[in-house]
């Protein structure tokens, strides 16, 4: 049995929420985004589109390879509860995981607000042609949006003890919170660290899964590529807090 | 055991989602949103966040009551996908049942998109204060965004024979594609107009959910209040096709 994984080249991205958790749960897979251009990907999606079976509306997507039978799972949520069913890396109570993956969900929802803070009048235009309209979308997620989220993730890492969601290890929570902070910290630096203090949880949380072994040795390889300006967590000065 | 469903009160919104399948599946509940108004809501909510359990971050979300037991889910394609499971309306085929919730979840993305399209700088600032950002996101969706999930939607209920997304009946997905089709259509009549000739399948299956028993007694209800210009999809003409 193997994986693929497949997504963007040049770009962390949504297919750094998977990375993150199959880095830090030791799973193996081969990553197609650092193996290939954006090309292989658009055809491989396209042969998937047309195969006649369900297939991925856009990466990231995970295949598993058993032999000659494959299956391709698609959405970072999705593939992360799928992983952690799989590989038996549950709570063991299964409300806890329903929580955990409805955490997942509310990061997907941010980390798209955070994309659009960037590009609020659509992706096909560039943001130099929109950079008017991203100021004002930025003030509302630096001021009002980033607070409600934190207040709720911050609620929520108080209900078990220790830095994790879960009581006993870490979880694709963890890591993905850990990777919006990253996320957020690299495009508006001087709000998150007014925010900081604010949320002591969060930031232990982020903290501790930097240490994870896997992610420790995830971050100090040239496979964590640098967050830049054609991912989804960009840092344009101007979008951060005066 | 019980259901009750929270959600604003006045406007289909995300609770429609969940609503429509357990219309469709004959799963009784109690509509929170239709017998309190927006401050019952809010209250609950304050008190799940302070409750120190695992909360909802936003409404729609669904309360199980079982004697003493109470279990909170939310996030619309989690309830769904969770209802599925608990009430045995999957299809039997585990990575069809995933594939499905995988298109579920792309649903949520274009839902998304479309709210986004009157509120492209904010949620927190009026649309009057927005119209000339929402006519270019608009124009985007419109044109680009709306062929791009449909082409998708268009290929996936080509998998299997019949009119759903499942060869046997219908599921979650379907009931959710109804609520997209019938959204997109009330917001952007003229749009929806010209591609209706280009998605047979999606009009197809759109029409075979609005017939199951289920559906068609909930839509002839005063339980299906009308879309407005308070909710997720909303008729601005000048924000649809020329």
Known sequence: MSYDLWYWPGIQGRGEFVRLFMEAAGIPYRDRARQGDAQALVEDMEAREKSGAFAPYAPPYLVAKDGADEFAIAQAAHILAW????????????????????????????????????HPLGGGLYYEDQKHAAATRAKGFREDRIPKYFD???????????????ADRFGHVDTSLFQLVEGLRYAFPRRMAELAADYPRICAC?????????????LNSDRRI?????GIFRHYPELDAP
Chains 1, 2 share one sequence.
Do not use: C, K, M, W
């Open 152 to 166: 709720h993730f911050e609620a929520a890492l108080g209900v078990n003890p220790g830095a994790f969601f879960r």
């Open 226 to 230: 640098p967050f830049n300006e054609d």
């Open 206 to 218: 982020r903290d501790e899964v930097a240490e994870l072994p896997g992610i420790a040795a995830y």
């Open 83 to 118: 992983l952690t069913d799989r590989h038996d890396l549950g709570s063991g109570d299964p409300q806890t995981d329903l929580h955990l993956i409805q955490l997942q969900l509310t990061i997907t929802d941010v980390v798209a607000e955070a994309h659009d803070t960037h």
